[in-house]
């Protein structure tokens, strides 16, 4: 005390010896205090502390000299009425207070009450009061707001007096409290050196100013708000620097907003209390019998609801206007894994999972501050580590004047429904997969492509890092693919497998997947080079065709990955990556097949095109051949036949009986032997298909006279009878009248040729549409044996040295053939030893058949 | 009697178609080929041609059409001389402009009926 009062005198004697200095610079007299950190007197008496701080750098810019006046708290305060000092550093602001002095606008802390607790003490949350000792400042404003919370919550303390906040943290230091209240400045900052920490329990919030008598100083007070409005704003300004001396924070640490909300309901509290008071002093003279009995009812009611919510599945709780929490229910206890009295306040948070913590806290702070119906879905992390989702909803309660009292709300454990939807959303996205992947392993059949677009899309859809494809030749394994190339840069090879070596070598050799979530610690993984390029996982998935393998996929991740767990999927992958590969192999071995039958058939094409060109050359020389035969040899002939013709004519000069026989003789041969050309010339056209017939009318009946008449000289001859009996109805046909001609000249011919005696007999006759002819004779017949060979080209019956009649053996062939060119048919029947009869059948009309070819 | 050109190259056909005719008191002009047969007809403007279908160089149709363009030689009656061998021979014979044909080998007892029955009657009856 003496030094303060030398330490005035000295500064009273430095005033009255430099007037000028005093004159210039504001002398400003400070009240100090001992409120640490805040203020107070340090160990060598000097003034120290945040607001000592702040006032000197507010003092060196705005030139004040400073005067410290150490006083008790009340006493300072009286010497500030008073005007003894001039501004009083860390006065909290109240209503009373500002009726007794004045304060500047911008405060210069928030502050509020704390209460601090050994960890053993195991006190986290308000409900942990109940029935404990707790220290504070005896006649502080805390003492009184803490008695009024604790009886608001309906628990019970017994309040611990201390003389200061030192105090009151070594009675909870030495076990005297349970628990401490202090300013949260103060606290945080001394509670370490206590051995005590801080609880979740804020209350009380005030805001500390400097202050000054009512109407004097207003300068000092503009000055300290000009200042403060300054460097609040700016990080780094002397404000904060002088922060981070004196408290634990570099940012000054704000009232939490519910804090205020608190205060709020506090002062509804006690409004309510007592309009209640009043209203049951009013009442009482009335009908004190009435209220007991709607307590009693009240009570019932609030006994059957607490019933209800006890054994609600769904968890239940109940907050104050301001979003406190004030009541939970078993069920809400069991799915958020925190016992009730850890939940109440906002200690619940503490259960929110830290992923959806700021979130539901933003959401659920701003539907209280508006007073709206809140709801949330959110993951609560259980004290084992389980997770669990809820639907959160809470309605605001109002009382019956509508004014908002608090929120009740429920949450459903929603789980179940989660996991399912995760669980669709999952088989949904591994469906997609697996189509996207089907798309693009089939898009193609170039097997270059198709094992490209499957590495890029498995590596896509499996979210590996690495994949590799081989695909085995035999006992080998060839790295098809790999990808992608900023991966696969950190291998330094990848070499070729064996069947059997590795994962993707063993995969292969036993047709099944092989997964390991650590390489290092997984004996089967035997080659170093995934482990040297940093890999962990590793999924080896062998690609199966039917019963074959024929090749494997690798997929890998740098961290411990549990492929079991989508086996099915990372299978189903593999399979369709292994049709995808079997198609494009399948259609490259088509494409070689192809290209070998394409190659063949060029071959042999060129072969049958040199072939056809011998044919066709071989056929035009034939057709040459044919046509010189035709007539080379017929022009000789008939000079021979036309001279001797002449000749027998007597044309040259008469001639003897002996030149007329032989002339004959000369002309028969020449007659047969062209006769043969003819034969040989027709069935080389029939055989080559050209030989046509044509279709006119003729006369039927006139043909078969002419005919008749040329053959009746050979038949008499022979001395056998050439009858006819034609039809009355037979006239004109539309035929070939040569080729009817010639049929019957060939059977008319042959049968006087193979008949001894008896005769020869033409008959014809006709039926609607045709007409038949028929050639009887009493010859030698045919035996049943020679019969399918009758109409057989170059067969002569008989043939040997038995042979004893002419001809080629070619007519009867023909014959049957130009019978069929004009539309109708020869058969014979005959009987060995007794005669034959051949029957020829023609269309009346042959142009009305489409044109023939033989063929 | 009738003046009648044949164009033939055959000499022995030539021969026996001439002597036939000549037997029979026809005059006859041999033509060993088509355009020498050309230009005999439009020279001597006979009564009737026998025309050779296979001949050397330009073939029978191709003189018959030949003779059937010329005014001199339009209306002289051709009669082909072929031997039966393809089918269609004969519309192709009547198209190029022939009024009949007859087939080789000629037959000596029918051959100078053949020939007169194409002759304009004045010719024939002469």
Not at chain 1, 326 to 348: D, F, H, M, Q, R
Not at chain 2, 36 to 55: M, V
């Amino acid at each position: 005390m003496k030094t303060l009062l030398r330490l005035c005198l000295l500064c009273l004697l430095a005033s009255l010896l430099w007037p000028s200095e005093a004159a210039a610079t504001r002398l400003v007299r400070v009240g100090v205090y001992q409120n640490e950190p805040k203020i107070f007197m340090d160990e060598n008496g000097q003034p120290a502390g945040l607001f000592i701080e702040l006032l000197e750098k507010i003092a060196a810019a705005e030139g004040w000299t400073l005067e410290y006046v150490p006083c008790e708290w009340e006493a300072c305060l009286q010497a500030l009425e008073s005007g003894q000092i001039d501004l009083m550093p860390d006065v909290a602001y109240s209503e009373e207070r500002d009726r007794r002095f004045d304060f500047h606008q911008t405060p210069v802390l928030e502050s509020w009450s704390r209460v601090y607790a050994a960890p053993q003490a195991g006190i986290t949350g308000l409900r942990d009061l109940d029935g404990k000792r707790v220290a504070v400042l005896e006649g502080s404003i805390q003492e009184q707001v803490f008695q009024q919370l604790m009886d608001g919550f309906g628990y019970r303390v017994t309040l611990v007096p201390a003389a200061s906040l030192t105090e009151a943290f070594e009675l909870a230091s030495g076990g005297q409290a349970d628990a401490a209240i202090a300013n949260h400045l103060f606290g945080d900052y001394f509670c370490a050196r206590y051995g005590l920490q801080k609880t979740t329990i804020d209350f009380n919030p005030v805001e500390l100013f400097y202050a000054t008598a009512q109407g004097r100083n207003a300068d000092l007070l503009e000055a300290i708000d000009r200042r403060l409005n300054e460097w609040i704003p700016v990080p780094g300004s002397p404000y904060y620097t002088t922060l981070g001396h004196w408290t634990d924070l570099a940012l000054q640490e704000r009232v939490p907003a519910y804090l205020w909300w608190l205060v709020g309901s506090l002062l509804g509290l006690l409004v309510l209390t007592l309009l209640a008071a009043i209203l049951f002093r009013r009442q009482r003279s009335g009908s004190l019998r009435e209220l007991l009995q709607a307590r009693a009812a009240l009570r019932q009611s609030e006994r059957r609801y607490e019933t209800l919510a006890n054994m609600s599945p769904v968890g239940i709780f109940r907050t104050d206007s301001s979003g406190v929490t004030t009541y939970v229910n078993p069920a809400w206890c069991a799915i958020s894994g925190l016992p009730a009295e850890k939940a109440l306040g906002y200690g619940w948070m503490d259960a929110v999972h830290p992923e959806d913590r700021p979130r539901l806290r933003r959401e659920w702070e701003d539907s209280t501050r508006r007073g709206v119906p809140a709801f949330s879905d959110y993951r609560f992390l259980r004290p084992e580590g389980t997770t669990a989702w809820v639907m959160g909803q809470a309605v605001p309660e109002t009382d019956a004047a509508g004014n908002l009292i608090g929120y009740i709300g429920t949450i459903t454990d929603i789980t179940e429904r989660k996991r399912t939807e995760d669980e669709i959303r999952r088989y949904v996205s591994e469906l997609e997969a697996l189509n996207t992947l089907g798309e693009n392993v089939n898009r193609s059949v170039s097997l270059e492509e198709v094992v490209s677009s499957a590495v890029s899309t498995l590596l896509e859809v499996t979210g590996t890092e690495v994949a590799f494809l081989f695909l085995r030749q035999g006992e080998r394994l060839i790295l098809a693919g790999s990808g992608p190339a900023e991966q696969v840069r950190r291998f330094e090879s990848i070499p070729e497998h064996k069947v059997g070596e590795c994962m993707c070598g063993l995969a292969v050799r036993e047709g099944r997947p092989m997964y390991t979530p650590d390489i290092f610690a997984d004996a089967r993984c035997t080659w170093e080079e995934c482990k040297k390029a940093g890999y962990r996982s590793f999924a080896a998935l062998p690609l199966l065709a039917g019963q074959d393998v024929i090749g494997v996929v690798g997929l890998a991740c740098s961290e411990e990955r549990d492929f079991e767990q989508q086996a099915e999927f990372l299978e189903t992958l593999a399979a369709q990556v292994a049709g995808g590969v079997r198609n494009a192999q399948l259609y490259a071995e088509i494409q070689r097949y192809a290209a070998e039958l394409e190659q063949k058939v060029a071959e042999r094409t060129r072969d049958l095109n040199l072939a056809l060109e011998k044919a066709q050359e071989a056929d035009r020389l034939k057709s040459a051949f044919l046509a010189t035969m035709s007539h080379e040899l017929r022009t000789p002939l008939n000079s021979i036949i036309g001279f001797t013709g002449v000749l027998l004519q007597g044309l040259a000069g008469p001639l003897n009986a002996e030149q007329t026989k032989q002339l004959n003789m000369i002309r028969d041969s020449a007659q047969h032997l062209l006769a043969l050309i003819n034969d040989v010339l027709d069935i080389s056209k029939i055989e080559a298909g050209q030989l046509e017939v044509r279709r006119d009318p003729f006369d039927l009946r006139a043909a078969i006279e002419n005919v008749l008449r040329m053959v009746t000289p050979a038949a008499q001859k022979k001395g056998l009878a050439l009858t006819a009996a034609i039809a009355s109805g037979v006239g004109t046909i539309v035929s070939d009248q040569r080729r009817v001609e010639q049929i019957l000249i060939n059977l008319l011919t042959n049968a006087v040729k193979f008949t001894e005696r008896g005769e020869v007999r033409l008959e014809c006759e006709t039926r609607p549409g045709w007409v038949t002819l028929r050639v009887r004779d009493t010859g030698s017949g045919i035996r049943p044996e020679n019969m399918e060979k009758l109409f057989r080209p170059f067969q002569q019956l008989e043939t040997g040295l038995a042979r004893h009649h002419e001809g080629t053996g070619l007519g009867l062939a023909i014959c049957k053939h130009l019978a069929s060119l004009l539309g109708g048919d020869i058969t014979a029947e005959s009987e060995w030893g007794k005669g034959s009869v051949f029957t020829v059948t023609l269309p009346l009309d042959a142009s009305r058949l489409e044109p023939t070819f033989t063929s | 009697m009738a003046h009648i050109l044949i164009i033939e190259d055959n000499e022995n056909n030539l021969y026996l178609s001439t002597f036939i005719l000549e037997k029979h008191g026809h005059r006859v002009t041999p033509a060993r080929d088509g355009a020498e047969g050309i230009r005999l007809a439009e020279e001597l403007r006979p009564d009737l041609i026998l025309l050779d279908i296979q001949l050397p160089g330009m073939d029978g149709y191709a003189v018959a059409a030949n003779l059937r363009g010329r005014d001199i030689t339009a209306a002289i009656p051709i009669i082909a001389v072929t031997s039966y061998a393809m089918a269609g021979d004969r519309e192709r014979i009547l198209a190029a402009g022939c009024q009949g044909y007859i087939e080789k080998p000629i037959n000596p007892e029918t051959f100078l009926d053949q020939v007169l029955a194409h002759l304009p009657t004045d010719a024939s009856a002469a």
